[in-house]
């Protein structure tokens, strides 16, 4: 079965930093592409980073280009978000995600950031 669990939200103040990690134990994580999208209160879920399987490159929304970085450690099965500068308009609930050989793709619960002014 397999689960993605994120954590590491929570309160920062504005320029503040915070990581989020996403472990993903019974995926095929090696070979999976792995994405962080997030949705904030009234708005769509959006894309924020993906970091693929195949040459671990890197994406990333335009609005968190140059202050977040996603990383995978395949050891661990895990991926990580790390978010630097927050601003208020990061507040959102971040959610992970997992596109495995399969194609089928999973999602975590999601972890809440809220950044303060």
């Known amino acids: 079965q397999v689960q993605l669990v994120e954590s590491g939200g929570g309160l920062v103040q504005a320029g503040g930093s915070l990581r989020l990690s996403c472990a993903a134990p019974g995926l095929t994580f090696s070979r999976s592409t792995m994405r962080w999208f997030r949705q904030a209160p009234g708005k769509e879920r959006e894309f924020v980073a993906s970091i693929r399987w195949s040459d671990t490159r890197t994406y990333y929304a335009d609005s968190v280009k140059g202050r977040f970085t996603i990383s995978r450690d395949n050891a661990k099965n895990t991926v990580y978000l790390q978010m630097t500068s927050l601003k208020p308009e990061d507040t959102a609930v971040y959610y992970c995600?997992?596109?495995?050989?399969?194609?089928?793709?999973?999602w975590g619960q999601g972890t809440q950031v809220t950044v303060s002014p």
């Open positions: 995600n997992a596109i495995p050989p399969s194609g089928v793709e999973f």
